[in-house]
């Protein structure tokens, strides 16, 4: 079956300090794949894609991705987090056997001020 | 604001109560998805529909259903509620149904069943 996961249920961090979150797709073919925020008791926000080309996706508020196809992975980065990036970050992704976002079960960030 | 608007924002109701969730898409899009979201079960695909027509179908149990009008809203039924219903409930929208569409999500709408 086609899934996302993510293995970090729970991350905390000190502000400055670098994150990564890991997230792998089962998915064979070509794939789409998303990251998501969600602020706390606000919608889901499009913080990146990747559909092609450079692997390596730069995306809002300092965010990055980098797909890694041998992996199957495409693990968010940011380089110095801040107080503000608290929030619970999604992976989702899609291929061309289905038409829906297939979502990970998330990873909730605290950022320590 | 992702242009995605949803109806009502919070929502409260009695077990056995039927409701219905209202979505607009973003101008142009085509196609509409509904997700749920509650703590037990993450976010869960629900269905999509793409110029009206049903185009793919998840999780969605059969006391749901929705449908896509000729304006491209949609709405999505929720009846003989049970309190395990109680989540948030996202529509989400693209311009169309293929690899290479983002996909947009509305604020939610949250319901709270009693």
């Known amino acids: 079956a086609q899934s996302v996961s993510q293995h970090n249920h729970h991350v905390i961090l000190s502000e400055a300090a670098s994150l990564e979150l890991g997230c792998n797709y089962s998915?064979?073919?070509?794939?789409?794949l998303f990251w998501y925020v969600q602020y706390p008791g606000q919608h889901l926000q499009l913080l990146l894609k990747?559909?092609?080309?450079?692997?390596l996706v730069k995306g809002i508020k300092g965010f990055e991705a980098e797909f890694i196809k041998s992996k199957f992975s495409f693990n968010l980065r940011k380089p110095s987090v801040q107080w503000s990036d608290t929030a619970e970050y999604f992976c989702a992704g899609r291929n061309n056997a289905g038409n829906m976002l297939t979502f990970g079960g998330g990873t909730r960030l605290m950022v320590k001020p | 604001d992702s242009g995605v608007t949803q109806t009502p924002k919070h929502l409260i109701t009695a077990t056995g109560q039927r409701v219905t969730l209202r979505c607009s898409p973003r101008?142009?899009?085509?196609?509409v998805y509904w997700y749920q979201q509650s703590l037990d079960q993450g976010l869960q695909f629900l269905i999509q529909?793409?110029?009206?027509?049903?185009?793919a179908k998840g999780n969605i149990l059969e006391r749901f259903s929705a449908q896509q009008f000729p304006d491209l809203h949609s709405e999505l039924n929720l009846s003989s509620l049970e309190l395990g219903d109680s989540a948030l409930y996202f529509c989400?929208?693209?311009?169309?149904?293929?690899?290479?569409?983002?996909?947009?999500f509305g604020e939610g709408s949250w319901l709270t069943v009693v």
């Open positions: 998915y064979g073919g070509t794939v789409n």
């Open positions: 989400a929208s693209s311009v169309g149904d293929r690899l290479g569409n983002t996909i947009y």
């Open positions: 529909y793409y110029n009206g027509e049903e185009r």
């Open positions: 990747y559909f092609s080309g450079d692997p």
């Open positions: 101008s142009g899009d085509l196609s």
